[in-house]
T-cell receptor, first 111, second 114 residues
Framework: QQQVKQSPQSLIVQKGGISIINCAYE??????FPWYQQFPGKGPALLIA?????SEKKEGRFTISFNKSAKQFSLHIMDSQPGDSATYFC??????????FGTGTRLQVFP | KAGVTQTPRYLIKTRGQQVTLSCSPI?????VSWYQQTPGQGLQFLFE???????NKGNFPGRFSGRQFSNSRSEMNVSTLELGDSALYLC?????????????FGEGSRLTVL
């Protein structure tokens, strides 16, 4: 079923560094691409989302870059902080309007 | 505003049994979707209900079923449990369809099958 490929599976970054997570999707007839953040013991929560009438969206230290022709989008976390340590999921609405999630990236930010 | 509530939070079952999980969405939300979360597999889509109708279904066997009531509350049922069904089951609600806007997740029901 997996139609959204996310990489890397895990990521270790030093405090102040840049974290980059990538996603690729197969087909979609809808234009809404979110990123969710999940802390241990909690459900995922929306972090940032983009509708690809723009190629980039920035909210604070978090930026989504979108490449529609390549069917790829990425999350950039600038000035990564230990509090950003969590699992991140991208998602894409594929085929019959189902929101399909990537397999997740576990980010660890060390001081 | 109360968030999405899932019950029970934890449960242990044995192979062959069945289980029913409950989800109360945020007031006013008409869409409820269910996901299975396992290490390495991420969030696997189970099904989505909108105004009591199943809109979409993932690639899970027929042992997995669900329904939505007129008050938007939803239940999912897994019959003839297998060891591989051990997972965190997450429910999410949204005002519109899942592909068009923010999903609000509950904290999940952690199922262990022995």
């Amino acid at each position: 079923q997996q139609q959204v490929k996310q990489s890397p599976q895990s990521l270790i970054v030093q405090k102040g560094g840049i974290s980059i997570i990538n996603c690729a999707y197969e087909n979609t007839a809808f234009d809404y691409f979110p990123w969710y953040q999940q802390f241990p013991g909690k459900g995922p929560a929306l972090l940032i989302a983009i509708r690809p009438d723009v190629s980039e969206k920035k909210e604070g230290r978090f930026t989504i870059s979108f490449n529609k022709s390549a069917k790829q989008f990425s999350l950039h976390i600038m000035d990564s902080q230990p509090g950003d340590s969590a699992t991140y999921f991208c998602a894409a609405p594929v085929r019959t309007d189902k929101l399909i999630f990537g397999t997740g990236t576990r980010l660890q930010v060390f001081p | 505003k109360a968030g999405v509530t899932q019950t029970p939070r934890y449960l242990i079952k044995t192979r062959g049994q069945q289980v029913t999980l409950s989800c109360s969405p945020i007031s006013g939300h008409r869409s409820v979707s269910w996901y299975q979360q396992t290490p390495g597999q991420g969030l696997q889509f189970l099904f989505e209900y909108f105004s009591e109708t199943q809109r979409n279904k993932g690639n899970f066997p027929g042992r997995f079923s669900g329904r939505q009531f007129s008050n938007s509350r939803s239940e999912m049922n897994v019959s003839t449990l297998e060891l591989g069904d051990s997972a965190l089951y997450l429910c999410a609600s949204s005002f519109g369809t899942t592909s068009s806007g923010e999903l609000f997740f509950g904290e999940g029901s952690r199922l262990t099958v022995l």
